[in-house]
């Protein structure tokens, strides 16, 4: 069966192809022109740092290395109902995408339509042609050399293809801060979900004992100030404000300086997206960046882009643009629990091999979780 389908498969694939271009064509650019990097960058790049330092509540329970067998048995059993309630909230915000994805199939036994269907689902999933026509090539030597018959079977070896398409692991990984105060720079154009993002995660910290600034360094409005006012509230962090278009770098050198004068462990700075001014919005960030080396030369530990996970293919444009331009040590994927399609977390992992640190589900404090890829499949077949 799975021969006769790559056979066909074939005809369609130059078809398939030529629509990609197509989609690549329209796709290109959401960010304006002047969003442009400016390659001649003479600041001290940002290291990439896999292991940020930042602690979720699962990791909390995680335990040390040099823990006694005991206490890891302990926590292991925390951690599972931990593990879980975290896995089914994210099952129920990721339905919208599930269903789109629709990964049903109409037969138990597996017949060429279903890897038909399967290769449409993955191709239309904003997962980028490229990379649905490989899992598939893969996917269906897999099924002939194990024997895999049934829908169900199925199901499981495409979740481990995919899975294996990302790096592993995350929601478990122990992050420790190298350094006090651990400086995040957030950044992405308008609209994505940045200042949403930075109230989540600062709740998170204090939710971990740690002392958060956050820099409302996205002057260009009041009420973007006042927007991140409130977050600062709801999670009980100190903000560092300015008034209306004052010099964004110089909030973010006051933030940096009060964590100091007050062994704050972190500070989050907002960042706009867009400028009402002329000026280019990456040289603006790199300002903003070379004010805070001024006061912490190693920092910031983490550049993070958000990213809006509804706007398909543009995602991974803008994503390649902030990187060229920024060195990005993370990414943020927003409004997962909207009408994403779910393929754009493979297609950015795989265009720029950043990690994606965390992802946004839902506009409440709790919606915001570390990105774990094996719950992120789960979640969405
Ligand atoms: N559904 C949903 N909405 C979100 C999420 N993150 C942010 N938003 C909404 O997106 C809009 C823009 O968010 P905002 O944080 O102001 O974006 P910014 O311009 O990048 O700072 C707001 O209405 C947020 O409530 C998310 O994960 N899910
Ligand atoms: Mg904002």
Redesign the pocket.
């Given at each position: 069966m799975a021969l006769k389908w790559r056979r066909k498969k074939k005809d369609k694939q130059s078809k398939k192809n030529q629509s990609s271009q197509d989609n690549n064509q329209s796709s290109h650019d959401l960010v304006s022109d002047d969003l442009i990097d400016n390659k001649d960058d003479s600041i001290q790049e940002v290291c990439l740092n896999n292991d940020p330092s930042i602690e979720s509540e699962t990791d909390n329970l995680m335990e040390d290395q040099n823990d006694s067998y005991a206490e890891a048995v302990d926590n292991e059993d925390i951690k599972k109902p931990v593990k879980k309630k975290r896995f089914k909230r994210l099952r129920e915000r990721l339905s919208r995408t599930r269903a789109k994805l629709g990964f049903s199939f109409k037969n138990k036994t597996i017949q060429d339509e279903d890897l038909e269907e399967l290769e449409e689902q993955l191709i239309t999933s904003d997962m980028g042609v490229e990379m649905a026509m490989e899992i598939m090539e893969e996917l269906s030597s897999s099924l002939k050399k194990k024997h895999i018959v049934t829908v169900d079977q199925l199901k499981e070896e495409l979740k481990t293809f995919l899975v294996n398409q990302l790096p592993a692991g995350e929601a478990d990984r122990k992050i420790q801060i190298q350094s006090k105060p651990h400086v995040i720079l957030v950044v992405?154009v308008?609209?994505?979900?940045?200042?949403?993002?930075i109230g989540k995660m600062a709740a998170r910290f204090k939710d971990d004992q740690k002392q958060v600034i956050i820099a409302a360094a996205?002057t260009f409005r009041a009420a973007?100030i006042e927007?991140l006012s409130l977050w600062a509230d709801r999670a009980d962090a100190d903000l560092i404000r300015h008034r209306e278009n004052s010099d964004p770098a110089a909030v973010a050198f006051d933030a940096v300086q009060a964590a100091i004068a007050r062994k704050a462990d972190i500070v989050l700075v907002?960042t706009a997206?867009r400028l009402h001014t002329k000026t280019n919005l990456m040289e603006e960030i790199k300002k903003i960046r070379r004010s805070i080396q001024k006061k912490l030369p190693d920092a910031p530990h983490e550049i993070l882009l958000?990213v809006d996970a509804t706007t398909g293919q543009n995602a991974v444009s803008q994503a390649k643009q902030f990187h060229e331009a920024l060195q990005l040590t993370g990414i943020v994927l927003?409004?997962?629990?909207?009408t994403a399609k779910g393929g754009i977390v493979f297609n950015i992992y795989n265009s720029l091999k950043i990690p994606i640190q965390y992802i946004?589900?839902?506009?409440q404090l709790e919606?915001f979780q570390i990105f774990d890829a094996d719950d992120f499949v789960s979640a969405i077949i």
């Amino acid at each position: 069966m799975a021969l006769k389908w790559r056979r066909k498969k074939k005809d369609k694939q130059s078809k398939k192809n030529q629509s990609s271009q197509d989609n690549n064509q329209s796709s290109h650019d959401l960010v304006s022109d002047d969003l442009i990097d400016n390659k001649d960058d003479s600041i001290q790049e940002v290291c990439l740092n896999n292991d940020p330092s930042i602690e979720s509540e699962t990791d909390n329970l995680m335990e040390d290395q040099n823990d006694s067998y005991a206490e890891a048995v302990d926590n292991e059993d925390i951690k599972k109902p931990v593990k879980k309630k975290r896995f089914k909230r994210l099952r129920e915000r990721l339905s919208r995408t599930r269903a789109k994805l629709g990964f049903s199939f109409k037969n138990k036994t597996i017949q060429d339509e279903d890897l038909e269907e399967l290769e449409e689902q993955l191709i239309t999933s904003d997962m980028g042609v490229e990379m649905a026509m490989e899992i598939m090539e893969e996917l269906s030597s897999s099924l002939k050399k194990k024997h895999i018959v049934t829908v169900d079977q199925l199901k499981e070896e495409l979740k481990t293809f995919l899975v294996n398409q990302l790096p592993a692991g995350e929601a478990d990984r122990k992050i420790q801060i190298q350094s006090k105060p651990h400086v995040i720079l957030v950044v992405g154009v308008n609209g994505v979900g940045k200042t949403t993002t930075i109230g989540k995660m600062a709740a998170r910290f204090k939710d971990d004992q740690k002392q958060v600034i956050i820099a409302a360094a996205d002057t260009f409005r009041a009420a973007a100030i006042e927007q991140l006012s409130l977050w600062a509230d709801r999670a009980d962090a100190d903000l560092i404000r300015h008034r209306e278009n004052s010099d964004p770098a110089a909030v973010a050198f006051d933030a940096v300086q009060a964590a100091i004068a007050r062994k704050a462990d972190i500070v989050l700075v907002d960042t706009a997206g867009r400028l009402h001014t002329k000026t280019n919005l990456m040289e603006e960030i790199k300002k903003i960046r070379r004010s805070i080396q001024k006061k912490l030369p190693d920092a910031p530990h983490e550049i993070l882009l958000v990213v809006d996970a509804t706007t398909g293919q543009n995602a991974v444009s803008q994503a390649k643009q902030f990187h060229e331009a920024l060195q990005l040590t993370g990414i943020v994927l927003t409004k997962l629990d909207g009408t994403a399609k779910g393929g754009i977390v493979f297609n950015i992992y795989n265009s720029l091999k950043i990690p994606i640190q965390y992802i946004g589900i839902g506009e409440q404090l709790e919606d915001f979780q570390i990105f774990d890829a094996d719950d992120f499949v789960s979640a969405i077949i």
